[in-house]
């Protein structure tokens, strides 16, 4: 398995003086997602939770859901990681029609797609269970938030993308990338034998929310999408449509919500500016 993260040397400049040590730095690696032999997709990644990956970018990329993936195997090579997906025949032939190539750095979620259509597809509208959450359990959900973050605690390079429920945060993953660790965690939930239900709880993310995040979202099918900093105007629209609550700049003490408040419930004594 490779490491995460490992003590580079630096020069370290404090108050007009040199000195010279290490700092803890995330590794970065690149990793293929290849479908049945052939390379869809090119991502800079953190080498960790990369089977949570493979399943979530291909559920999120609307290529195959997790019972149309038989087996993942990761291949070291000298240039990186290739994540060997094989699929059941009719996710492969529908991958086949839809085939990209997409190698970017972690920062661009929409490299080398050829088709304006499919990088504002419309998002999966997002099922109405009747989960709610109040002001109160938004903030809290942001407070937690810091101690599921390891790997930023040793880099502060890296962001986090978890799941939480009313009994508190469940599951988290991290990555140098914002798509791949959301990736990771919508893999994580939506993999064969899990026993969480994204309909039941909400996803956190340390980072802003552009339209992808809102398409992957809504394909695991999560009500309620909470990031600590902003979404873009494409994705409050794209929000809207699908059903989702998108709630941006949160904190342990306050928050904005976007869309769909009807999921944020009243508690006793709530003050509403």
């Known amino acids: ?92 032939a529908r991958q086949a029609n839809r085939r990209r190539t997409m190698a970017g750095p972690v920062g661009c979620g929409l490299c080398g797609i050829d088709s304006l259509a499919e990088a504002v597809r419309v998002a999966r509208p997002v099922v109405d269970t009747g989960f709610r959450l109040t002001p109160s359990q938004v903030m809290q959900a942001v407070a937690e938030l810091p101690a599921h973050q390891p790997l930023h605690d040793a880099s502060r390079a890296a962001h986090c993308a978890a799941f939480w429920t009313p009994e508190g945060i469940q599951l988290s993953r991290e990555d140098v990338g914002r798509h791949n660790a959301l990736d990771k965690l919508v893999g994580a939930l939506s993999r064969p034998g899990g026993d969480l239900l994204a309909a039941n709880g909400a996803l956190i993310l340390t980072c802003r929310v552009s339209i992808d995040m809102v398409q992957k979202a809504c394909a695991l099918g999560s009500p309620v999408l909470i990031a600590v900093s902003a979404p873009t105007t494409a994705a409050v629209r794209m929000a809207d449509q699908a059903g989702l609550t998108l709630i941006g700049l949160a904190r342990p003490d306050r928050f904005d919500c976007f869309t769909h408040p009807h999921r944020i419930a009243p508690e006793e004594a709530a003050h509403v500016a």
């Open 1 to 92: 398995m490779m490491q995460t993260h490992r003590p580079l040397r630096r020069l370290a400049f404090t108050a007009g003086r040199a000195s010279d040590d290490s700092r803890v730095l995330p590794e970065e690696v690149a990793v293929a997602l290849s479908y049945n032999g052939s390379t869809h997709a090119v991502m800079m990644a953190t080498p960790a939770d990369l089977v949570d990956f493979a399943y979530g970018f291909s559920l999120s990329e609307g290529i195959a859901t997790p019972d149309e993936i038989d087996t993942v195997e990761t291949v070291d090579t000298d240039l990186g990681l290739d994540l060997q997906i094989w699929l059941k025949p009719e996710a492969e």
